[in-house]
Nanobody, 128 residues
C-alpha cells in the first residue's frame, strides 16, 4: 500500500487548507484512515480518523468544529478540510491506513491499533 499526501502549505491565521491522501496498491475501502501530525521533537499525534465506511469519525479535541475528514472510496482518496487554522496547527501532517480499525473509531482505537501504512509528511504552516 502506498499513500501520497498533498495539500500542505503556508496560510495565515483563520485561513483554510485541504489535505489529500491518495492510496494505491490496495482498495481504500478495506482500511480505516487517519491523519496525524508531528512537531519538531514531539510525538506523532492523531488528528482525525475515519472508519472504512466513512460513517464513523474521530477528532482530537483541539480540531473539533474546524477540521473535517472525509473519504471517497471510488477515488481511493481521503481529504482533511482544515478551516479557521491557528498557529498551533503548524506541524508536519501524515496520512495513515489502518486495517484493524473497525466501525467505531475512538482515541483508544488509534492508540492500541496503530496504522500499518504511512504516507510521507506534508508541512502545514500557519502564520500569525
Amino acid at each position: 500500500v502506498q499513500l501520497q499526501a498533498s495539500g500542505g502549505g503556508l496560510v495565515q491565521v483563520g485561513g483554510s487548507l485541504r489535505l489529500s491522501c491518495a492510496v494505491s496498491g490496495r482498495t481504500l475501502s478495506n482500511y480505516g484512515m487517519g491523519w496525524y501530525r508531528q512537531g519538531s521533537g514531539k510525538e506523532r499525534d492523531i488528528v482525525a480518523a475515519i472508519s472504512w465506511s466513512g460513517r464513523s469519525t474521530y477528532y482530537t479535541d483541539s480540531v473539533k468544529g474546524r477540521f473535517t475528514l472525509s473519504r471517497d472510496n471510488n477515488k481511493n482518496t481521503i481529504y482533511l478540510q482544515m478551516d479557521n487554522l491557528k498557529p498551533d496547527d503548524t506541524d508536519v501532517y501524515y496520512c495513515a491506513a489502518a486495517p484493524l480499525w473497525g466501525e467505531n473509531i475512538t482515541y483508544e482505537t488509534t492508540y492500541y491499533y496503530p496504522p500499518q501504512y504511512w504516507g510521507q509528511g506534508t508541512q502545514v504552516t500557519v502564520s500569525s
